[in-house]
């Protein structure tokens, strides 16, 4: 019953900044984690960022510095704040969610960095 809708990907030029947010609808009564993965194109789909419930991020090591994750639990959003990107930021940005044991993804929303 539980969708997640992104939004915020699109076309940015090496040096811009991109908001990802992602919205779950339906009832979510706990999150154990949200958080974002990203699959570039030939490759496999890897981890970004993460946030649990105690507010611990962690941050893949080619983002460190440059993205931070947040989520605002009243409306059970998760957004991921990329600044200073890069071409190697291309590629489609899933929204995870795990809540109550159970895995939620998003459809994908696709940033691209290029001059």
């Known amino acids: 019953q539980v969708q997640l809708v992104e939004s915020g990907g699109g076309l940015v030029q090496p040096g811009g900044s991109l908001r990802l947010s992602c919205a779950a609808s339906?009832?979510?009564?706990?999150?154990?984690?949200m958080g974002w993965y990203r699959q570039a194109p030939g490759k496999e789909r890897q981890l970004v960022a993460n946030?649990?419930?105690?507010?611990?991020?962690t941050y893949a090591d080619s983002v460190k510095g440059r993205f931070t994750i947040s989520r605002d639990n009243s409306e059970n959003t998760v957004y991921l704040q990329m600044n200073s990107l890069k071409p190697e930021d291309t590629g489609v940005y899933y929204c995870?969610?795990?809540?109550?044991?159970?895995?939620?993804w998003g459809q994908g929303t696709q940033v691209t960095v290029s001059s």
């Open positions: 339906g009832s979510i009564l706990h999150t154990d984690r």
């Open positions: 995870n969610i795990v809540s109550n044991g159970w895995t939620y």
């Open positions: 946030i649990i419930n105690g507010g611990s991020t």
